[in-house]
């Protein structure tokens, strides 16, 4: 069967890509992705060769692909991760995240619902966010029933494109399946999230910027227990359902930059409290949401997932990675990203 993975270029994508790629052979994985400034082929270089992989270039905004893919292979599902994704981005230039995120989301389903003769056996898994559900106060989890309540650009972005999807399952009874997930790390993470970003900084002797009093929490999950997650919700996941998926592993920004500086200060053999020196409280993020945590008992009852990696593990895992693969960071760390950052903290 061939199931098509948008935005498999990108972070979390990459890392679906790579498992269902290897799990399952008899898959035909299509991965469509428009290589925008956060996708990078270089993360999917170990499997590129393999025969049940097919790298497509091009945007999910883009109707007559989408109808030439559609034509050309029997696309039975859709995992669909392709967006734009960083908060700070879509505060500066909303359109784009429109673009993406809502009108890609849609021609996408029209697509399904266009090729999709019959819906038997077909299934549009819409990969979100916790974003959807605003902000907690210091007590209390996201649920499946939480209300939706976006507060970004980024999110309210995301959050239509949930609406979207349950509204072509409710209208016109397509299949689908939506999962909401924290904030991951790991391996490939593009240097402009917190953890990847510090870690790039820490290297490079530059100021580790924590927003407004760095005690915003986070609940943070292993990007490769939340591609596991997302392997089980596609084969297992009830029709028309959500699911909650995180870490149990809450940290305030400024607790958790911490930790990186003296894991890192132990991988660079040098004396703790190093990095630390570079800690910056910057202006804060507009609209920047207080706590997010998620109650994942749904998946772990429905379905017995849990995360396998610690944070301890997991967050030493992402170290080395980027220690040992220097090539790729400078690679994404060129061009554009230079200007970006370069600007990005001249009016403070
Ligand atoms: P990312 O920014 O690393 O990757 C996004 C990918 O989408 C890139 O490869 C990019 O080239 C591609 N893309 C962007 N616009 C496209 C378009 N118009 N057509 C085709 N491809 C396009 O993002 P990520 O962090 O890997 O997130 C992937 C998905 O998971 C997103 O939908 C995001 O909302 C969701 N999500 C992310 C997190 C997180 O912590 N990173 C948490 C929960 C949910
Ligand atoms: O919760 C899931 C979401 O997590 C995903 O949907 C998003 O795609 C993903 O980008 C992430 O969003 P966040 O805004 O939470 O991640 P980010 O890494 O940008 O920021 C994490 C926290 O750190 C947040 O409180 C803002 C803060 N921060 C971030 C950056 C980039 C800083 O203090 N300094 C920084 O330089």
């Not at 898959?27 to 990078?40: F, K, M, P, S």
């Not at 883009?62 to 505060?91: C, M, Q």
């Not at 580790?208 to 919700?233: C, E, F, S």
Request: aromatic share 12%; proline share 4%; hydrophobic share 35%.
């Amino acid at each position: 069967m061939s199931l098509l993975i948008t935005g498999g270029a990108g972070f979390i994508g990459s890392h679906v890509v790579r498992l269902f790629v290897q799990k399952y052979p008899d898959y035909h994985i299509i991965n469509l992705d428009a290589l925008t400034y956060a996708g990078n082929l270089e993360n999917l270089k170990d499997i590129e060769q393999l025969p049940n992989y097919t790298f497509v270039k091009g945007s999910i905004t883009d109707s007559s692909l989408l109808d030439r893919l559609f034509t050309k292979h029997d696309i039975k599902g859709v995992i669909h991760l392709a967006a734009e994704s960083h908060v700070d981005r879509s505060i500066k230039d909303p359109m784009a995240f429109i673009d993406t995120n809502i009108k890609g989301t849609a021609v996408l389903l029209s697509a399904c619902k266009t090729h999709w003769k019959s819906f038997e056996g077909r299934r549009f898994y819409q990969i979100s966010t916790d974003e959807v559900f605003g902000a907690l106060g210091s007590e209390g989890y996201f649920t499946e029933e939480s209300p939706y309540a976006p507060n970004s650009p980024y999110s309210a972005s995301k959050a239509s494109a949930d609406h979207l999807v349950r509204a072509y399952g409710e209208t016109y009874g397509l299949p689908y399946v939506i999962s909401n997930c924290s904030n991951n790390y790991g391996p490939n993470h593009f240097p402009e999230k917190l953890i990847p970003l510090c870690i790039h900084n820490i290297l490079e002797g530059k100021e580790l910027p924590i927003y407004g009093n760095g005690l915003y929490t986070r609940d943070w999950l292993y990007v490769k227990d939340h591609a596991l997650a997302i392997d089980q919700v596609y084969h297992q996941g009830e029709n028309a359902a959500t699911y909650l998926i995180g870490g149990h592993n809450e940290y305030t920004n400024i607790d958790l930059i911490r930790l990186l500086c003296d894991q890192m200060d132990a991988r660079l053999n040098r004396p703790q409290g190093t990095a630390q020196k570079q800690i910056t409280f910057v202006k804060d993020r507009p609209g920047h949401d207080l706590r997010y945590a998620i109650d994942a008992s749904k998946i772990e009852r429905s379905l017995g997932w849990t995360p396998a990696h610690t944070f301890e593990a997991g967050l030493a895992a992402t170290i080395a990675w980027y220690l040992e693969n220097p090539d790729w960071l400078s690679q994404v760390t060129s061009g554009a990203y230079k200007s970006y950052y370069e600007n990005q903290y001249k009016s403070e």
